[in-house]
């Protein structure tokens, strides 16, 4: 069964960047859809960025665009997001989650999740 932990979040002022990894393991990472997602305090989850299973194909949601970047590294089993330009409203317990032959990622899809890594943009 895949397994998924993230790391990389902590505490960054506004403008500076983040870089993100999910490590996985238990599974073959190159058959799977991977996916980033956020939660707020007080609000829904949703989806970040989503890569291929080759990483052919990305997507990114509008608020990130331009500032985040998603990568894959199936030799390594590991998934990166590179957060550049953070705002406060990026502040969140990012996830990341997979999904087995798919190059989509809903939310609601999705099959494995890790536990998340905090992430606070504040001056």
């Known amino acids: 069964q895949l397994q998924l932990v993230e790391s990389g979040g902590g505490l960054v002022q506004p403008g500076g960047s983040l870089r993100l990894s999910c490590a996985a393991s238990g599974a073959t990472l190159s058959y799977y859809a991977i996916g980033w997602f956020r939660q707020a305090p007080g609000k829904e989850r949703e989806g970040v960025s989503c890569i291929s299973r080759r990483g052919y194909t990305t997507y990114y949601a509008d608020s990130v665009k331009g500032r985040f970047t998603i990568s894959r590294d199936n030799g390594k089993n590991t998934i990166y997001l590179e957060m550049n330009s953070l705002k406060p409203e990026d502040t969140a317990v990012y996830y990341c989650?997979?999904?087995?032959?798919?190059?989509?990622?809903?939310?609601?899809?999705?099959?494995?999740w890790g536990k998340g890594t905090l992430v606070t943009v504040s001056s």
């Open positions: 989650a997979a999904r087995m032959w798919a190059s989509t990622c809903p939310v609601g899809g999705m099959e494995y």
